[in-house]
């Protein structure tokens, strides 16, 4: 079997050419190792019913020596960033995170004419429009909302129905801390366990003051009404101090505290905010449990949509990055 | 200006090309009146953000005198089915209804080498798989959900996710008439009152058994598990013969009653049905006001989405036609 992309074989004389594509995996922890999975676990499913066969060339990790998911084959480990980018591919998933080396990978990457697809929120916020400038195939749905297909709702979806407002619960950790707390968790013991289940980091402050989802509102504000994310200013306020306190006071009143994003189109511009809200208890975003995101659009034509699902995870992020596989390379989806 | 697809004029230096579409549009009642005025009041904003400009050529009509939208030129009307179909156009945009004068449109214009947008239901779970063999060119996210994007999702968004279950409010129709009488209005008024929003048919019947929300099932089933919605059965029971009775007893019991929609890939194939179900008021099925659609997809990688917005109603509809019409042509967006 061929591995280049332009090369197709009928598999069979009824069903279409299979087409397949070269991936260069850079990160194999939480999300990279999922996505590993999810490749070799659906394989004949990707074959029969989307004509791909994704074929993994190279994976690039910060520590080769370190223990990861079983699908990884150890012979295509590097820890060389100049080695991974030479490797022939069609596409480069960046889950590596931070954003010195991916912004190497992705400048690198769609540079020698690659499509790139990645989770990175906080590369995208600074770098994105600099990057989609090389070309249509940058894809990131998994940057924003986890399991949530808000990515290509707002850019295609919902193309030309005038949205002017985005609301959003987008930070998974805080609400899955949140959601702990209320069923009687500490907060130290919510903390941890949202580390344990991989949804924290070791260091959660991006997460715990709003960074993280402040990033993720001026992705949906550049996707929903053009705003340039790298300029907007999202006025950000994370969870309070006391947030043991703040949720017991919440209960009292009936209500749920959420850490909620807003960003509207008005006339003066795009004004977008982060900050804790006590929501009532019929409002969809205080529908919102433990790692769940709830996204609200709203447009002229098509008042308010509200979607919700799980927001992190390695597996929901995984699915979300294959799911942008799927969509670059699948024939007949164009 | 040009009106081929094929020639791209640049309408300044720094924008990307402008492409004309040219539209044929069958049918402007409602839905059609609905998109000519969308295409009109958002032309500027398809140009600058979309670089597409529609240009309707032609527009079949049943009955060329009866009083339309402000934005029909009575000079494109025809009453000819052959000569729409012989107007040069890119595109057949079919919201005519019906199956009979649709099924020859749908397969004329896929024959002429056009693509194809149609809102019909009733059309597709009987022609669906036919029509798509013509090739990609093929888009209705219009025929189900209404504003809520549930094909372009189950079609690419969740693509190899491994989707085993959809569970939905799918006919807005009969959900305005419930959620009318759970407000106060007796049977009789809801239905008016849903006649009169334009969400109901003079014969509703389609929508009150729920045949409407069935084809939609099957549509969805085709979707997410590849069944032939042609051949699938989906067992179908409409809303109670006393439905003032039912939704006052499910009231007294602290539920509501909905007409829900279940399909689910199961070992021995896919099963699907319609019934009107007592539910939770925290079932999120329950949360369907009005027109409202609800539409839960569970897969193995990403739990259960829930989708929330308007599932009937001109712009709606309007607003999803002009969805896929975007995605068909956009440059970039492939």
């Known amino acids: 079997m061929s591995t280049t992309l332009a090369s197709r074989a009928s598999s069979t004389a009824s069903r279409p050419p299979v087409t397949t594509v070269r991936v260069a995996l850079a990160g194999c922890g939480t999300v990279g ?31 080769a020596s370190r223990p990861r998911s079983t699908a990884v084959e150890r012979a295509l480990l590097t820890t060389s960033v100049a080695e991974f980018l030479d490797t022939p591919a069609d596409v480069v998933v960046e889950a590596i995170g931070g954003s010195c080396t991916a912004d190497v990978l992705a400048r690198g990457a769609l540079a020698h004419g690659r499509a790139l ?18 070309g249509p195939r940058l894809r990131f749905e998994a ?24 609301r959003a619960v987008l930070n998974g950790t805080t609400n899955y801390i949140l959601s702990r707390i209320e069923r009687g968790d500490p ?28 990033d993720k509102l001026a992705l949906l504000a550049w996707l929903a009404f053009g705003a340039d994310p790298s300029t907007l200013e999202v006025v950000t306020e994370g969870l309070p101090r006391d947030v043991d306190a703040a949720v017991r006071g919440a209960a009292r009143s009936g209500r ?49 949509l509200t979607l919700r699902g799980r927001g992190a995870g390695g597996a929901a992020t995984a699915a979300a990055l294959l799911a942008d596989l799927i969509h670059l390379f699948q024939p007949g989806t164009h």
Not at 260 to 275: I, K, L, N, Y
Request: hydrophobic share 50%.
């Open 187 to 214: 907060y130290a013991a919510a903390l941890a366990a949202a580390q344990r289940a991989g949804f924290a980091e070791a260091d959660p402050s991006r997460d715990l003051q709003g960074v993280d989802a402040a």
């Open 256 to 304: 749920r505290l959420r850490l909620v994003a807003t960003a509207e189109r008005a006339a003066r511009g795009v004004t977008a905010h982060v900050s804790p809200a006590l929501l009532h208890l019929d409002d969809p975003l205080a529908a919102a449990v433990d790692e769940e995101n709830v996204i609200q659009v709203t447009s002229a034509s098509s008042g308010t």
């Open 33 to 63: 190792g999922a996505l590993l999975d999810l490749l070799a676990r659906h394989a004949d499913d990707l074959t029969r019913r989307h004509a791909l066969r994704f074929h993994v060339v190279r994976i690039l990790a910060r520590d």
């Open 117 to 134: 697809v990645t989770a990175n929120k906080a590369l995208l916020r600074t770098q994105g429009p600099a990057l989609a400038a090389f």
């Open 143 to 166: 940057a924003v909302g986890g399991g949530v297909p808000i990515v290509r709702l707002l850019r295609e979806g919902l193309a030309g129905q005038g949205v002017h407002r985005v």
